[in-house]
T-cell receptor, first 114, second 111 residues
Framework: NAGVMQNPRHLVRRRGQEARLRCSPMKGHSHVYWYRQLPEEGLKFMVYLQKENIIDESGMPKERFSAEFPKEGPSILRIQQVVRGDSAAYFC????????????FGPGTRLLVL | TQLLEQSPQFLSIQEGENLTVYCNSSSVFSSLQWYRQEPGEGPVLLVTVVTGGEVKKLKRLTFQFGDARKDSSLHITAAQPGDTGLYLCAGESGTASKLTFGTGTRLQVTL
């Protein structure tokens, strides 16, 4: 049973470019969460999605960041016009159900903005 | 804003020693999860505790959820070098689903 998959594992972008991070949840999981880990900081919640719905985006920056989880295909975290402060590790987690439960994390995408 | 404070922040011990990591908050959580994270990898789930006072054991690791569901502890018996890593507690509240992560405890076990 494959775990949560994320790609790419490493992504380098220049300031002003777009970054697209992909997350495929575990088989049977329909709930996806994105977290960001800034250098020397803890993991912070960004957004919670179900298929075709954003449930909670209270942790998303107001501008340049968006997320989707289409009916088919992986969840995408999109960062437009990246800045150096966006450099971080971005982790996706999935769970089989919403509400209190267990989240399983992917290996993360390390984004470096030059 | 919910906060989870972990202590100690850093811990360096020798193989065979015992240790306890604490995770404290002023907020009540419906569940609490412990993860271990290796450099360059994602957090790996160790355990989920749900009931106040609950104790779970995973080989040499013992996890306890406080009676009031505001705090938790992780005790490792006879630590081994393979236990080295960043230990994270994470709390979940009601139906909010999002996890609030603790500040982390970085453990190093030497021979």
């Amino acid at each position: 049973n494959a775990g949560v998959m994320q790609n790419p594992r490493h992504l380098v972008r220049r300031r002003g470019q777009e970054a697209r991070l992909r997350c495929s949840p575990m088989k049977g999981h329909s709930h996806v969460y994105w977290y960001r880990q800034l250098p020397e900081e803890g993991l912070k919640f960004m957004v919670y999605l179900q298929k075709e719905n954003i449930i909670d985006e209270s942790g998303m920056p107001k501008e340049r960041f968006s997320a989707e989880f289409p009916k088919e295909g992986p969840s995408i975290l999109r960062i437009q016009q990246v800045v150096r402060g966006d450099s971080a590790a971005y982790f996706c987690a999935s769970s089989p159900q919403g509400g209190p439960g267990t989240q399983y994390f992917g290996p993360g995408t390390r984004l470096l903005v030059l | 804003t919910q906060l989870l404070e972990q202590s100690p922040q850093f811990l360096s011990i020798q193989e065979g020693e015992n240790l306890t990591v604490y995770c404290n908050s002023s907020s009540v959580f419906s569940s609490l999860q412990w993860y271990r994270q290796e450099p360059g990898e994602g957090p790996v789930l160790l355990v989920t505790v749900v009931t106040g006072g609950e104790v779970k054991k995973l080989k040499r690791l013992t996890f306890q959820f406080g009676d009031a569901r505001k705090d938790s502890s992780l005790h490792i018996t006879a630590a081994q070098p393979g236990d080295t890593g960043l230990y994270l507690c994470a709390g979940e509240s009601g139906t909010a689903s999002k996890l609030t992560f603790g500040t982390g405890t970085r453990l190093q076990v030497t021979l």
